[in-house]
């Protein structure tokens, strides 16, 4: 797989006779090693292990239902109290971050109400905090470190 812009991770792979596979220490089972599985580990690892995320914190690709559409978030962080602290979007590396995926994600905000967004495909990564009563968003430099 391709390197991506995240620092260097130790991963668990597995391979068969058609497939490689990759360990999801949230999920707790090996997953079909795609190009965005290979962006989404990295965040996963990046939220554990460089921003000290807890694990019990972060849940990965849970269905929701936006206007009667079945969708699916990758990456979801929550606050110890229960409500979402940060939506991750996770892209391929060949998937441009365009204003097609800004959409997206602004879109499943509008039910998750998360304070933070963050939009990648390993190479160009945003960070947005959001302000939903004037209902606007401010780029960040830099992913929030876990606090309590």
Same mark, same amino acid.
Not at 95 to 107: G, M, P
């Given at each position: 797989?391709?390197? +991506?812009?995240? $620092? ?23 997953? /079909? +090693?795609?190009?965005?599985?290979? /962006? ?6 990046? &939220?554990?292990?460089?921003? *000290?995320? $807890? ?8 269905? +929701?239902?936006? %206007?009667?559409?079945?969708? *699916? ?19 391929? $590396? ?14 499943? %905000?509008?039910? &998750?109400?998360?304070?933070? &967004?963050?939009?990648?495909?390993? +190479? ?6 959001? %302000? ?11 992913? $929030?470190?876990?606090?309590?």
């Amino acid at each position: 797989m391709q390197g +991506l812009n995240f $620092p260097s991770y130790h991963f668990r792979l597995k391979n068969t006779e058609n497939s490689t596979y990759i360990f999801d220490v949230i999920r707790k089972k090996f997953v /079909v +090693l795609q190009p965005e599985e290979w /962006v989404r580990q990295h965040v996963i690892h990046f &939220l554990i292990e460089t921003k *000290r995320y $807890p694990r019990s914190l972060i849940n990965i690709e849970k269905q +929701l239902t936006i %206007n009667g559409l079945k969708k *699916r978030y990758d990456v979801i962080v929550f606050h110890a109290q229960g409500d979402i602290n940060i939506l991750i979007e996770c892209k391929a $590396p060949e998937v441009e971050i365009s204003q097609k995926v800004f959409d997206q994600i602004a879109i499943y %905000n509008v039910k &998750l109400k998360a304070d933070y &967004l963050m939009v990648t495909n390993g +190479l160009n990564h945003y960070y947005c905090q959001m %302000n939903h009563e004037e209902e606007k968003y401010t780029f960040l430099k830099e992913f $929030p470190d876990f606090s309590r």
